[in-house]
């Protein structure tokens, strides 16, 4: 499906409400899940190809929110969303959202490939283990803003995005690759927008 949606983005409307759907009724067991520490290993690698310290950030596909939580800590100064298509995932978060980090962290139901936010809202958007949606991502990505897509079990991640459709998806959209690796068990894909006036500098 991943594979699909990453080459016809048309297709989505014909997978969404089935992995609504199947997310909801995993979500109660989806912390026990992924709430490993070293999960965040390929993120956090990521992280360190992006320039300056995000203030706005988006976790796309938050599930329960253990992506969302990290990067509240990680980035003491930062407004964290957390968005998922789940409403059990959302209502699951909202539950498990340590009370030093209200009033910073929120969540919301979302579908990434048309995000209920105004463009350019977010100078950081992270996603692990969730397809790539293009147009959407990037239009709420702020120029000079980074995108950091994680696969937390490298190409055998069920919802892992070759590398390769990535680069094309996201380079007409206006993106520029940064950089890729692997820590852990994971491969982590880092982009940016352009400030205006940058491209290709």
Do not use: C, N
């Amino acid at each position: 499906m991943t594979w699909v949606v990453g080459r016809f983005p048309s297709t989505w409307p014909l997978f969404r409400g089935y992995t609504a759907r199947f997310f909801d009724r995993v979500a109660p067991d989806w912390e026990e899940r992924t709430g490993r520490p070293d999960r965040m290993l390929p993120l956090e690698a990521a992280l360190e190809l992006v320039e300056g310290r995000p203030t706005r950030i988006l976790d796309q596909g938050t599930g329960t929110g253990v992506g969302a939580r990290w990067l509240a800590e990680r980035y003491p100064d930062a407004a964290v969303t957390g968005a998922d298509l789940s409403p059990e995932m959302i209502a699951g978060a909202r539950g498990l959202l340590p009370a030093e980090l209200e009033g910073r962290v929120e969540f919301a139901v979302a579908d990434s490939a048309d995000p209920p936010f105004d463009p350019a809202s977010f100078d950081l958007i992270t996603q692990v283990s969730v397809p790539a949606f293009y147009a959407g991502t990037a239009r709420v990505l702020a120029p000079g803003g980074h995108l950091v897509i994680v696969s937390s079990l490298g190409p055998g991640t069920p919802m892992h995005t070759p590398p390769g459709l990535l680069r094309r998806g996201f380079a007409r959209e206006g993106l520029e690759w940064v950089g890729d690796g692997a820590a852990g068990t994971g491969t982590y894909y880092v982009l940016r927008k352009p400030l205006p006036g940058t491209r290709g500098v």
